[in-house]
């Protein structure tokens, strides 16, 4: 006969397998697959500094003359050092940082060269090493380098179906040989190649906003660009920085001679092509100059 229990069990099967299938190889692998992605945002900022910081480690072992086999252990050293940049501040990281310098020495390390290491680790840390591009790169890509603008050819538009009379934006594709002209007063695009002025297309829009200022200087306004009038002869003038880069005489380039204000200056983005627009009475011609 079996002995009754006096108490009530803490413990049964459905217990049991309830608290250990949460730890089964078919639940493990499903969590760690959901919670994956945001365990390699959380890891890749403390990876990044520590695997980027390698080379700039390893090239400086290498000017010293420290022999290969020793490199794992300044790299470790320069890890750590990271580790102690982003982690502490003022006196507390100094602190920090004389402790570790001194733990490898005991370890036979050459303080001189833990001391250049622990510079180049304070570089990664703070993110000033070896940036991918600079504000200067960014800017050379949004804007050309510029010094002259040498006339393309003209042509008339007064014959045109949609005729742009105040083309406020000019965008330019090289790679196809072409310019789409944009006319928000008239609502009017045409579309030009660049090579020759030839009329691909035009139509007109259904867009009754436009803007009264005409944009006659580049993305970044380094590049800017009016029509002047010069002893008499309309002159093209491109400023670059605030300073006069070219004054082009459109009498010589172009056959224009009005001086009355019936030209506009329109300018691509990046400075290097220039439109021009002269709807002077019976005169209604497009001139391109481009950048070098």
């Known amino acids: 006969m079996v002995r009754k229990r006096g108490v009530a069990r803490t413990s049964f099967a459905r217990r ?5 299938k949460k730890y089964d190889h078919h639940v493990i692998p499903l969590r760690f697959k959901v919670q994956l992605l945001d365990f390699v945002e959380r890891l890749e900022p ?12 390893m090239e400086l072992l290498q000017s010293l003359g420290v022999p290969t086999e020793e490199w794992v252990y300044y790299l470790g050293f320069m ?7 982003r982690n502490f501040t003022s006196e507390t990281l100094q602190k920090e940082k004389e402790s570790l310098i001194s733990e490898y020495v005991l ?21 000033i090493f070896e940036l991918p591009f600079t504000c200067d790169d960014v ?32 965008n330019i594709n090289e790679s196809s040989d072409f310019l789409w002209i944009y006319d928000h007063y008239y609502w009017n695009i045409q579309q030009l190649k660049i090579s020759d002025g030839t009329l691909l297309t035009e139509f007109g829009v259904l867009d009754e906003g436009y803007s009264i200022e005409f944009i006659n200087y580049s993305l970044l306004m380094q590049y800017f660009a009016i029509v002047r009038d010069v002893g008499g002869v309309p002159h093209l003038q491109v400023y670059k920085n605030g300073t006069l880069q070219q004054s082009i005489n459109l009498q010589t380039a172009c056959g224009w ?14 400075g290097k092509y220039i439109l021009v627009s002269n709807s002077s009475g019976a005169v209604l011609e497009y001139a391109l100059f481009k950048g070098s």
């Not at 370890?107 to 993110?127: F, H, P, S, W, Y």
């Open 16 to 20: 049991r397998v309830r608290r250990v």
């Open 46 to 57: 403390k990876l990044y500094v520590h695997v980027e910081c390698e080379v700039p480690t």
């Open 79 to 85: 890890k750590r050092m990271v580790k102690l940049y």
């Open 107 to 127: 370890r036979g390390k050459d303080i001189t060269v833990l001391e250049q290491v622990q510079e180049v680790a304070a570089n990664c840390a703070q993110g």
């Open 139 to 170: 800017k050379a890509c949004l804007e050309g380098d510029y010094s002259s603008w040498a006339y393309q050819w003209k042509r008339g538009y007064g014959g045109d179906s949609n005729p742009c009379y105040f083309p406020h934006f000019i």
């Open 257 to 270: 001679t009005t001086t009355a204000h019936y030209y506009i200056v329109t300018m691509s983005t990046d």
